[in-house]
Nanobody
Framework: VQLVESGGGLVQPGGSLRLSCRASGFTFSAYAMSWHRQVPGKERELVAYISSAGVNTDYADSVKGRFTISRDNAKNTVFLQMNSLKPEDTAVYYC???????WGRGTQVTVSS
């Protein structure tokens, strides 16, 4: 099982980024996926969740209305569209497979002017 995140970077407040997590080594369409984030000294927190078929989604209150999770089961990829970014969104963002849990290595998102 491999989960490889990409799309992080430095963006100004109010800007947008789109994160991708490419999965391999398992039947992607059979598993729910989620995005989490972590800053140094704090617990890793759930940002967004999507069910295996993409029908059900859920978001942390702090990102509702700004972030959108989606997936393309044909491409084994889950996405996180992040709009109206704030400095407090700065973190390392991780992709997670549910069931028997696997994590990606993360991608850094920095929101700063």
């Amino acid at each position: 099982v491999q989960l490889v995140e990409s799309g992080g970077g430095l963006v100004q407040p109010g800007g947008s980024l789109r994160l991708s997590c490419r999965a391999s080594g398992f039947t992607f369409s059979a598993y729910a996926m989620s995005w989490h984030r972590q800053v140094p000294g704090k617990e890793r927190e759930l940002v967004a969740y999507i069910s295996s078929a993409g029908v059900n989604t859920d978001y942390a209150d702090s990102v509702k209305g700004r972030f959108t999770i989606s997936r393309d089961n044909a491409k084994n990829t889950v996405f996180l569209q992040m709009n109206s970014l704030k400095p407090e969104d700065t973190a390392v963002y991780y992709c997670k497979r549910h069931g028997v849990v696997y994590w990606g290595r993360g991608t850094q998102v920095t929101v700063s002017s």
